[in-house]
């Protein structure tokens, strides 16, 4: 890995020199060096603490907005559930937390290093633990994915996440660039992820699901419930505003599932264990 990054940043110092760049007199050695530094920052991996700690001030920021619904039923009900489709992912040993928020809007979130939080609103519009598994699997698909992450490199944080990669940030409570980035992460929620990232996160989800024995078409169940709704309804406005169509979700969730998923929906019946736990959160 390393030759090839090596080789990789070779190449750039050629295109950033002009066609004489090979007479080592006329080299801008000071310039070659800046370009090899930028290069390293850019392709900085933050790592799994790192991760963590940022998803863990974000989601401190989330529950900030929206406290956790004071039932611990609901909440263990709903962490069993993540935590079992957490353990079928390439990703289980991350310390996952799941939490119903207690919003009435319609929602859910993900934050880095597995922070999953879905609404009571959205839990209200569910008629099956399908559903809920569906919706935590397309959320724990960010996280698998690091969209989060992605998002913050793609608005100009690249540098303060390079910071964060070279360990650079050691005191996760007190350091200003940590908490600039907590803040800028926090604001990719009000923005949205790009729409490719939540089309993905629709694709792994229904297979996660599979894979714990859930009914796939759970999370296409959530998403048609969602289109009958009128946009216009203020409890749907984040959610409409931060997420494409649900029309052309559902439009590529059927291409994808037309085949290799057909009969995974006779799945066990949970309806009592769902019912009663819906029952509670209201």
């Known amino acids: 890995m390393k030759t090839k990054q090596t080789i990789f940043m070779l190449c750039l110092l050629g295109a950033a020199f ?4 090979f007479d080592f007199g006329k080299v801008d050695w000071k310039k070659a060096a800046e370009t090899v530094k ?7 991996e933050v790592n799994e603490p790192q991760e963590i700690t940022l998803g863990e001030g974000i989601a401190s920021n989330l529950l900030g907005a929206a406290p956790l619904l004071d039932n ?11 935590r079992w489709l957490a353990m079928q992912t390439e990703r289980p040993d991350l310390p996952w937390q799941f939490g119903v928020l207690d919003d009435s809007d319609v929602n859910a979130f993900a934050a880095p290093g597995g922070y999953v939080f879905i609404t009571k609103g959205l839990l209200a519009q569910m008629n099956s633990e399908a559903e809920l598994a569906g919706v935590l699997a397309h959320e724990i698909s960010h996280v698998l994915r690091k969209h989060h992450l992605q998002a913050l490199k793609k608005g100009a944080q690249t540098e303060l996440l390079s910071d964060l990669a070279n360990d650079a940030i050691r005191n996760k409570g007190g350091d200003p660039r940590l908490t600039k980035l907590v803040s800028a992460g926090t604001e990719v929620y009000a923005r949205g992820l790009d729409k490719n990232d939540e089309f993905e996160a629709d694709r792994m989800g229904v297979v996660i699901a599979a894979r714990a024995g859930y009914d796939p078409y759970g999370l296409p169940a959530v998403l048609q419930t969602l289109q009958a709704i009128k946009p216009g309804d203020s409890s749907f406005a984040l959610m409409f505003k931060t997420h494409p169509a649900l029309a052309d979700r559902l439009s590529l969730l059927e291409q994808k599932m037309s085949g290799p998923f057909a009969g995974l929906e006779n799945q066990p019946d949970l309806a009592p264990r769902f019912l009663q736990a819906l029952g509670a959160a209201k």
């Open 18 to 21: 002009s066609a004489g760049a």
């Open 72 to 82: 611990p039923e609901v909440q263990m009900y709903v962490n069993r559930i993540g």
């Open 38 to 44: 930028k290069v390293q920052k850019a392709n900085a």
